[in-house]
């Protein structure tokens, strides 16, 4: 079973606490970092499947991986 990446845990957190969850609010900062990197694997996804068809496949799954993934 993979990992759950920390950006995925961070906005779960956040929205468990905006519906009256337990613990604190999440570190602006920290929510910022993890909407950015939420953002850009949105915007990848949507370029392997809206922009670049099946025949790119696998060009665009190395840009959402890297955009899960950044290293």
Request: hydrophobic share 35%; proline share 3%.
């Amino acid at each position: 079973m993979s990992k759950q990446h920390q950006h995925v845990k961070t906005l779960r957190n956040h929205n468990r606490w905006r519906h009256g969850g337990d613990g604190e609010m999440t570190n602006p900062t920290a929510l910022g970092i993890a909407l950015d990197w939420a953002i850009a694997v949105c915007e990848a996804a949507d370029n392997l499947v809206n922009v670049n068809g099946r025949h790119h496949a696998e060009k665009a799954y190395s840009r959402l991986e890297n955009a899960v993934n950044p290293e």
